[in-house]
């Protein structure tokens, strides 16, 4: 399935607030991104996606909408040559290889554009779809740290998977 990696931009909030507003994709990231998902939630993201230059927060945009994102978070301080890797994908757009392929467009962006070594993601232990779409993508299984991470009213496991430069 085709796909592309664009900036965000208002026109964009209807779309993304539509596949965004999912207690399924909640249910697999922090609790910054809530649910419901209403359209502050989803102005303010916008904003926040579009305010750095370069841009390290793209949208994922499938038959000219807005059907998920991805971005790198840079690190500071000590961990400055470090970036964080999230994304997300609208429900309908699951199981297709959309993701494989972004996750390697954007550690290929982020390498080429950003002063870093090695980019991370910090999927649950019980999100398998996130962790066969890091290791399609070449990341290695770093760390587990066992029921560190409180969601949902029960302690899940936080693994670290990382890709570097070299």
């Not at 909030?13 to 539509?18: A, Q």
């Not at 965004?20 to 994709?25: G, P, V």
Request: proline residues 3%; aromatic residues 12%.
């Amino acid at each position: 399935m085709e796909f592309k990696l664009r900036k965000w931009n208002l026109n964009d909030i209807d779309s993304l607030v539509k596949y965004a507003n999912n207690k399924k994709i909640a249910a697999n990231l922090t609790d910054q991104f809530p649910h419901p998902y209403t359209r502050e939630n989803g102005k303010a993201f916008i904003q926040k996606a579009t305010k750095n230059n370069p841009t390290s927060i793209f949208a994922i945009e499938i038959n000219g909408e807005a059907c998920g994102g991805i971005g790198l978070h840079l690190q500071t301080d000590i961990h400055k040559k470090n970036a964080e890797l999230g994304y997300w994908l609208a429900e309908p757009y699951w199981g297709k290889g959309i993701m494989s392929k972004a996750v390697r467009q954007i550690i290929d962006y982020g390498f080429k554009n950003f002063a870093i070594e090695r980019i991370f993601a910090r999927p649950f232990g019980t999100n398998i779809g996130s962790r066969k779409v890091l290791e399609k993508a070449g990341f290695v299984l770093e760390g587990k740290f066992e029921k560190t991470l409180y969601k949902g009213g029960k302690y899940l496991d936080e693994l670290i998977y990382a890709i570097r430069k070299s």
